[in-house]
């Protein structure tokens, strides 16, 4: 665009502009960008500020436009915050409420002690080699009970502080006894806690471990009751009927 044609903007409060050898002068800015006049109208306002600080009376353009400007900003504000207010909730006081859980959702483990022939499958599908295994002698699945036999399964561990809940492991299980299972928060208190011994809770008939808050709310929240009873009683939650549903 030639210079001729450079459209420029005046601005109306002198501005105090330092020159090239360190004097100043008030004089009309003129513009030709409109980044520059961004610039110059926070001049303007450091100007007014300067006035006010010293004592100065101030124009009565500038005083009525900041109280235009403070009453434009605080209903930008308030319009924001009254829009919130109309909005459905999408939040939920968990664990009174809780939400639907997708079809395929990989929670902890839910492990079968009595199908697992120790065969390191898993562990070797591991990305993290986060699942510890030990036996005194190979097991098999004996055809007769359909339960595995041989030696015994010493330890069958996993550790939650490393697991990626990626499923992985659960993929070439030949006896398909590890599976992902619908509980998510394994809260602890020490870092020893989020090693879940599995091989341990099988003595107990449990597949899953219990986490602290289940037991803390089964008396006063009947759908914790319920998955308490659940995995107390040693039942797999692995099919879609098994999903929590929205309350
Ligand atoms: S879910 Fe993934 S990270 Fe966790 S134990 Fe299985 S394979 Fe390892
Ligand atoms: S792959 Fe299955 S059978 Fe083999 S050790 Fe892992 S859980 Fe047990």
């Known amino acids: 665009m030639p210079p001729s044609r450079v459209r420029r903007w005046p601005v109306s409060a002198p501005v105090r ?3 090239g050898r360190g004097r100043h002068s008030h004089r009309p800015l003129w513009t030709g960008q409109g980044g520059c006049r961004i610039i110059v109208a926070a001049a303007a306002g450091a100007d007014r500020d300067r006035k006010r600080r010293r004592g100065l009376p101030m124009d009565i353009d500038s005083y009525f436009g900041d109280i235009r400007n403070s009453i434009r900003s605080i209903a930008i504000g308030m319009k924001i915050t009254l829009k919130y207010c109309f909005q459905k909730t999408v939040t939920v006081q968990y664990p009174e409420q809780r939400l ?11 492990f079968e002690a009595d199908l697992c022939i ?40 996993i550790d939650y502080s490393k697991c990626l809940f990626c499923a992985l492991c659960t993929e070439p299980c030949p006896t398909e006894c590890i599976h992902m299972g619908k509980l998510h928060d394994l809260s602890s208190y ?19 471990p219990i986490p602290l808050w289940m037991q803390r ?8 009751r319920d998955e308490l009873e659940r995995v107390k009683a040693g039942r797999l939650a692995t099919t879609a009927a098994d999903i929590p549903k929205v309350k």
């Open 118 to 157: 120790a065969c390191d499958q898993c562990a070797k599908a591991c990305p993290v080699d986060c699942i510890y295994i030990d036996k005194t002698a190979p097991r098999k699945i004996d055809k007769a009970t359909g339960k595995a036999t041989g030696g015994e399964l010493l330890r069958f561990a």
């Open 17 to 19: 502009v330092r020159s």
């Open 217 to 224: 709310n089964a008396d006063s929240i009947p759908w914790v």
């Open 190 to 208: 020490s870092r020893a806690d989020t090693v879940v011994e599995f091989a341990e809770l099988h003595k107990k008939n449990q597949r899953t």
């Open 100 to 110: 639907s859980l997708a079809p395929r959702y990989r929670g902890i483990h839910e």
